[in-house]
């Protein structure tokens, strides 16, 4: 039996972070388990390429919920990274922090150190931002961050300038002094690759003694001596392996699961816990509840104008791009598809935005089932215009089916359950279909493709909204942060309430959903935590 310092469960956007300023000191052990393998593959490194990993078992868990009352009882699809760099190898790479309100909020709920003056200097910290740095932003971290100018489709501009025909002002930076406003979306990307957490964080660590990292190691249970956690047992090549932690185990393997893996290994509801026959060592209700997810809706429009349909949709199109992309590293292949979009009111009485837009520059009406065809778009030009509600107040949970580590637990989005939620979803479409009907957009509309012009009472909105209304693939809140030891999972230091030698550090630790994509604040929760733990082992 092998022992470490430390034990990172999950090499996601997280982990990979904690890992790496865990043994950048040299004085401490690190052994980060992975249930995945390596990230060295073309479709993940290529932008584009998360198009081809969406439904592929090699690096993605697929996982699939409950069906969902308020959304007519259709299941969600929730793809989520099982590789070096977990959900960052894998998603659409767009990167934003968040709005100060959202972390000034997690330190009213009870976190001291998590507002938005105490979390900034860690995201700063992990960044390299290629306009350099300034007041928010930062010029020497490990994550590359790229502006789209000069890359970005030219539709984008026509996009900026219908925001600004419904007053919403352009925005150069998301992530600088204000969100809110229409603009270019940054993305994690260096050099025409990937910049994933793996990239970032595991690639300069390889090297050190003092990290050993394990692939294809799927964690199935937390090892205890009474309430003290001692190790972490997993299987290998078939082969059932066990670690000691001599000092801490930290899970940092996602919002859904973190919490399967503490509910397996007996942290968690009382009675869950005894129906499934496993021996609770800690009732705690919280783990797997308070589970929030952000819902979006897509209206789609043929075009007038060019798109990327047209060079990505024809045989010669895709080859040319192809090799542009092999020969410099430029192009559509170098980015993901959201390329623009921005952070607006619904309602001008609102301190802060409160719905987020996404511009893409193509459109895909006929994705075969278990395709995300993102190389081979319609045959004639559109765009798509999407928008999602930061802050929806519905709470699901999740919760194990049985003792066995490799079923898939059961998710309870409960999408839609709050009518703040409904009537904030309702007012985002509106912006949806006002943004088409300004002048730059409207005039270079052939056709409303999706949910098409019959649609215009609230009921039927309402009614669309139902069926077609889709994740963002932002579930987070599972292990929520905060100071009650009876209904939330860990304390403000990321300690699991009532035991010792476990922290949890991934989006599940999120008290409520921050403005945005969720990548770069599951980044700087990682630095975050390592520093906490670091100062913990000073005192």
């Known amino acids: 039996m092998s022992e470490f310092d430390f034990i990172v469960v999950g090499a996601g956007s997280a982990g990979c972070a904690v890992a790496n300023r865990l043994t950048e000191n040299g004085k401490y052990s690190v052994l980060l388990l992975e249930a995945g393998g390596s990230d060295r593959n073309f479709w993940i490194w290529m932008p584009i390429g998360y198009g081809k990993t969406f439904f592929r078992k090699s690096v993605n868990w697929m996982y699939s919920t409950e069906p969902v009352t308020a959304l007519n009882n259709r299941t969600s699809y929730w793809p989520r990274g099982k590789v070096l760099g977990g959900s960052s190898s894998i998603n659409a790479m767009v990167y934003v922090r968040g709005q100060r309100e959202d972390f000034d909020g997690w330190e009213q709920m009870g976190n001291p150190g998590w507002g938005w003056e105490k979390v900034l200097p860690y995201f700063k910290k992990m960044e390299t931002n290629d306009r350099g740095a300034d007041a928010f932003r930062g010029g020497d971290g490990p994550v590359h961050v790229k502006t789209t100018d000069g890359d970005r489709h030219p539709l984008c501009e026509t996009f900026f300038e219908a925001g600004g025909q419904l007053q919403f002002p352009y925005n150069a930076d998301f992530n600088g002094a204000s969100q809110e406003g229409v603009g270019a979306y940054q993305m994690t990307v260096k050099d025409g690759l ?35 956690a001692t190790g972490v047992a997993y299987r290998q090549g078939g082969v059932d392996r066990k670690a000691v932690a001599r000092r801490e185990v930290i899970l940092c ?30 009732d705690l209700d919280g783990v797997g509840r308070n589970l929030q997810d952000h819902l979006c809706v897509d209206y789609l429009y043929r075009s007038k104008a060019s798109t990327l349909n047209e ?35 619904s309602r001008p009485d609102l301190k802060s935005p409160n719905i987020q837009l996404f511009f893409s520059p193509v459109s895909y009406t006929k994705a075969p089932e278990g395709e995300r065809p993102l190389m081979n778009p319609d045959p004639f030009p559109g765009f798509l215009l999407s928008g999602q509600p930061t802050k929806p107040s519905s709470r699901g949970h999740l919760q194990i089916r049985s003792s066995d580590p490799f079923e898939a637990p059961e998710i309870h989005p409960n999408y839609l359950a709050t009518d703040h939620d409904i009537q904030e979803l309702l007012e985002a479409a509106k912006i949806l279909r006002q943004l088409a009907q300004a002048p730059a957009l409207a005039d270079i509309i052939e056709a409303e493709i999706e949910p098409g012009l019959h649609i215009q009472t609230d009921e039927e909105f309402i009614a669309d909204l139902r069926e077609r209304a889709i994740t963002v693939f932002h579930p987070a809140g599972t ?27 991934d989006v599940s630790i999120f008290p409520t959903l921050t403005s945005g994509n ?14 906490l733990v670091l100062e913990d082992l000073a005192d």
């Not at 929520?480 to 922290?503: S, Y």
């Not at 969720?518 to 520093?531: C, F, Q, R, S, W």
């Open 194 to 228: 990937r910049m994933s957490a793996a990239r970032a964080y595991l690639a300069p660590a390889r090297g050190r003694m003092n990290l050993k990292i394990e692939s294809h190691a799927h964690a199935t249970a937390i090892l205890f001596d009474g309430k003290r």
């Open 253 to 282: 393997a996602g919002a859904i699961n973190s919490p399967q893996l503490l509910q397996l290994s007996g942290v968690g509801p009382g009675g869950l816990l005894r129906g499934k026959g496993i021996e609770t060592v800690h």
């Open 311 to 345: 060079q990505l949709n024809p045989w010669y199109g895709k080859l040319w791009q192809g090799m542009k992309y092999l020969a410099t590293r430029r192009g559509p292949l170098s980015l993901g598809l959201n390329q623009a979009g921005g952070f607006v009111k």
């Open 479 to 505: 292990c929520r942060m905060g100071p009650d030891a009876q209904t939330d999972v860990v304390d403000a230091r990321l300690r699991v309430h009532g035991i010792e030698g476990l922290r949890v550090a």
């Open 518 to 531: 969720t990548n770069a604040p599951a980044i700087m929760v990682g630095e975050k935590a390592a520093d």
